[in-house]
């Protein structure tokens, strides 16, 4: 008897796995396989249909105790929904925007937190459209300002709690009243002020440079966003944990190329004579030259799109590129000699097919 839907989710099925190992499993793989980060993809998508199946059934008590006796053969996977193609996406939004509080580069909804770890912070950061193009895998520093453990103690008042209630009797009532601690201003945390703290000489906090890895793929979108773990919001107590830093990309303008989507569009100048006789035009394509020769094109149109095939943008996790479009601005020259225009329409006459 079979159990795939466990090894779809990277479950062992003998280890009987909970609602939270069942959770962590296909929070991992649906991130990894989502549709919006592998646009394009069919393997991925495929992946991804089957990772919401095996989280919809397995997910549920009552099916899961049904696939757990009958196994591969005697379950039907879509358990007689047969609208499961339609939603496997809903599956997934559903369990992420019920559990988190902010969005990441896919539109879907991040890792969770809990009372054990700190915000997460949000910085934008600018990257032009060649770094788009190729892709980014630096290192860099990051200044974070930390607090320090020796001289930021528990208020006592309030037990770091950051409040305090107060009962008061109103005659025959009693009434709670709830507010922020007086001694440590709501904070939960009393600065002891050593001035020969190595740390922070006394101030509570100290700025720290650490390294980081940014490794951007080819092809990204504006908007794209990658997270670096512990490098947000800093504890105040060891029994916190860092919270993490989100990067918000925003791909600048470009001189050359307008985008959309994988396609880039470029606007070319091009005299009169040139568009009818023909030439040859130079346009700088990231790290190359691409050399259009007109000729090819007949006469050239202003204002049409002349589409040059696997020259646009990467498309995000696949060897295939967008393409470009190339849109001909025709420069129309001033009338040297009126007398030779009956000249040039006769030649033209003789020269093109009307």
């Known amino acids: 008897m079979g159990f795939k839907l466990y090894e779809t989710l990277g479950l062992d099925r003998n280890t009987n796995p909970n609602e939270k190992e069942i959770k962590k499993a296909y929070r991992k793989l649906a991130m990894d396989f989502h549709p919006d980060k592998n646009k394009g993809n069919a393997e991925a998508e495929a992946k991804f249909k089957e990772i919401s199946n095996a989280y919809d059934i397995l997910s549920d008590e009552q099916k899961k105790r049904i696939y757990d006796q009958t196994g591969d053969e005697g379950f039907n996977n879509n358990n007689g929904n047969d609208d499961f193609e339609r939603r496997h996406h809903d599956i997934f939004e559903q369990f992420f925007s019920r559990r988190h509080p902010f969005h990441n580069h896919f539109g879907f909804n991040q890792e969770e937190r809990d009372n054990t770890q700190c915000n997460t912070l949000h910085k934008k ?37 950051g409040t305090i209630k107060q009962v008061k009797s ?40 650490i390294g980081a890895n940014l490794n951007l793929p080819k092809g990204i979108n504006n908007g794209y966003k990658t997270s670096f773990p512990e490098m947000g919001e800093q504890p105040k107590s060891g029994s916190k944990k860092a919270g993490d830093l989100i990067l918000e990309i925003n791909i600048q303008d470009d001189d050359v190329f307008k985008r959309n989507g994988n396609d880039l569009y470029h606007v070319c100048k091009i005299s009169f004579i040139h568009s009818i006789v023909g030439t040859t035009v130079h346009i700088p394509y990231f790290t190359e030259i691409l050399d259009v020769d007109t000729k090819t094109l007949g006469v050239v ?16 996790n696949t060897s295939k ?20 225009l009956a000249v040039l329409e006769k030649v033209l006459n003789e020269t093109f097919y009307l």
């Not at 904070?187 to 100290?206: H, I, M, P, V």
């Not at 590129?321 to 007398?339: D, W």
């Open 125 to 161: 950061m600018n990257i032009s459209l060649k770094d788009a193009y190729d892709g980014v895998n630096k290192n860099f520093t990051i200044q974070i300002n930390k607090y320090c453990h020796d001289c930021m103690k528990k208020c006592n008042n309030c037990n770091g709690e």
């Open 301 to 316: 149109h202003p204002g049409k799109q002349y589409m040059i095939e696997g020259k646009g943008m990467p498309i995000l």
């Open 170 to 209: 109103m005659g025959i009532f009693t009434q709670i009243f709830t507010g922020n601690c007086d001694t440590c201003s709501g904070s939960g945390f009393k600065l002891s002020r050593n001035a020969s703290c190595g740390k922070c000489k006394g101030e509570g906090n100290y700025k720290q440079e």
């Open 321 to 340: 590129k967008g393409n470009m479009f190339v849109e001909f601005k025709i420069i129309y020259p001033k009338i040297k000699s009126c007398e030779k």
